[in-house]
């Protein structure tokens, strides 16, 4: 009796533990589909960008300095997006198997509780800059802005409900800047 009892408890906490980790795949992917929504808005603030410069004729700014800042601005985005991606999926499969919540003041996310925006936000700025789009870079800006309130805004209230205390003792020590 003992034993099947034994398999009964540890069939529930396999069940637990497989419900857990549904749990948190599904909360991951509506993480993954907000920023998708996030990226495709900044997307279209470079296109209404570039179709408000050809319909509002203000000069472009152009000339290879303005090139070389958006070229190093989208390097530096494309920086922070991988080390950012990079952090998470090592420390994700890492807090998977102990359970551990401390992944989140790693890498990137010691900086900021966002660097994958913030890398989006600075690619935007620099390919603004590259194709000389003063309304693309004024959308970047205004979309940042609307990205924070809306999307990043739904993002902290998903990872509270994930996380609990733990998200919310790192919200106090790691600020959403920018």
Do not use: C
Request: charged share 15%; proline share 2%; aromatic share 16%.
């Amino acid at each position: 009796m003992p034993i099947i009892l034994n398999n009964n408890i540890l069939s529930k906490m396999e069940n637990n533990n497989q419900n857990l980790d549904n749990k948190n795949h599904h909360i991951s992917g509506v993480i993954h589909v907000l920023l998708y929504h996030s990226y495709v808005v900044f997307f279209l603030a470079v296109i209404l960008g570039i179709i408000f410069d050809g319909i509002f004729t203000f000069g472009k700014f152009q000339g290879q300095a303005y090139q070389n800042i958006g070229l190093l601005m989208i390097i530096i985005g494309t920086f922070i997006i991988y080390w950012a991606q990079k952090t998470t999926s090592y420390r994700k499969s890492e807090a998977q198997k102990s359970r551990d919540t401390n992944f989140f003041i790693k890498g990137p996310y010691r900086i900021t509780r966002n660097p994958t925006n913030f890398g989006v936000t600075i690619m935007s700025l620099g390919l603004g800059f590259i194709i000389g789009s003063l309304f693309s870079i004024i959308f970047i800006i205004i979309t940042y802005f609307i990205s924070k309130l809306i999307f990043i805004k739904k993002q902290d209230s998903i990872l509270e409900e994930r996380y609990g205390q733990a998200f919310n003792e790192y919200k106090k020590r790691v600020k959403n800047w920018l």
